[in-house]
């Protein structure tokens, strides 16, 4: 395995291969390249003899890897404009609170944060949901991490342009709730712009920034509608408590990982395995954390001497009882030769 950090992250991958190291895995198994992004990073990821990219990146980078090497085995989990939606039904307290956190509490920049509040018919119009929402996310403590109150750090690169534009430019017809301020040292205050409109550029862009629009609907059907408008399907979050409201939800929501009446980041490893549909998955897209992710690192071939010919048209009374039970399953899917 070599690690290629991006350029800003190359401290904590220099830490985390010395973490390997000191457990005892081979230096030469885990090596670490801390390469500026250019052409020795296109030669390294291009090369004959790297068999699979893992990339966890923009949906850009990932279309850009695709360019140099067409063929290549690329396992890319990619970019998220997420949202939650907060119906009439909802614990205004919950959908606030889960709201300020997803949204903030990296910053913006985790790819599974919610830039995004869909706010349904009345729940647009409560005073008490646009009080506490402003109140809890203008008492977040910005600080670099050496505060150890800090309840927000500095964005990774404080200059990047796409996340300078969605902390400073409105579209049209959109106003300032909570106008972010720059504060130094990578630290902007958080921000909720309101008026977002289904099509506007903030509906459809991912921007890594601390910044919340809010959308206002008629129904469910229009925010679900909304939701999947985005070319992105990572992360999706739903406030209710209606179990009607969650059935319709469920039904139709685009999005590899959902979360109802909870924060729509912090996927847990073999508990939630983490992916995306759409743009935010490239490649065989099995799910970060999960028990079929290794499958997407290796190569399945017969065993040695046997001659799969041979096993057509047998059945499975021959098979160990795990491999018999796993064909049985997908026999009626499966011909012949697929299933041998």
């Known amino acids: 395995v070599i690690l290629k950090p991006a350029p800003p992250a190359r401290r904590c991958a220099a830490e985390l291969v010395r973490a390997f190291h000191d457990a005892g895995i081979p230096e030469d198994l885990v090596a670490l390249a801390p390469l500026e992004d250019g052409e020795v990073s296109r030669h390294l990821v291009t090369h004959k003899d790297v068999d699979r990219v893992v990339l966890t990146g923009s949906y850009d980078t990932a279309r850009l890897f695709r360019s140099w090497k067409p063929d290549m085995h690329l396992l890319g989990e990619t970019s998220g404009k997420n949202a939650i939606i907060v119906t009439p039904s909802a614990d205004p307290d919950i959908a606030v609170r889960d709201a300020v956190y997803s949204a903030f509490a990296h910053a913006g920049q985790k790819c599974s944060a919610s830039s995004l509040l869909v706010l349904v018919s009345s729940a647009g119009k409560s005073e008490r949901i646009a009080r506490q929402l402003v109140d809890a996310t203008a008492s977040l403590r910005v600080r670099l991490p050496l505060s150890l109150d800090s309840q927000m750090g500095p964005v990774v690169v404080p200059d990047d342009e796409k996340a300078v534009r969605g902390l ?44 919340i629009g809010v959308m206002r609907v008629d129904t469910l059907e229009e925010a679900i509608e909304a939701v999947n408008a985005v070319d992105y399907g990572l992360t999706s ?23 109802v009446n909870r924060g729509i980041t912090g996927a847990i490893v073999r508990r939630q395995p983490f992916g995306g549909w759409k743009r935010s998955a490239i490649g065989s897209t099995t799910k970060a954390g999960g028990p079929s992710y290794l499958l997407g690192l290796g190569d399945i071939e017969p065993a040695d001497g046997q001659d799969v010919k041979e096993l057509e048209g047998q059945g499975t009374a021959a098979l160990d009882p795990r491999v018999a ?8 899917q499966l011909g012949e030769a697929d299933l041998a």
Request: contains cysteine.
């Open 168 to 211: 400073t430019t409105l579209g049209v017809g959109e106003h300032w709730v909570l106008k972010p301020r720059y504060l130094g040292d990578g630290l902007w205050t958080p921000g909720i712009r309101a008026g977002v409109v289904p099509g506007s550029e903030f509906h459809l862009t991912e921007y890594f920034a601390p910044v």
């Open 237 to 259: 979050g739903l406030q209710t408590l209606d179990a009607a409201e969650l059935a319709v939800w469920l039904d139709s929501i685009q999005a590899g990982n959902i979360y």
């Open 325 to 332: 039970s796993l064909c049985d399953a997908v026999s009626g």
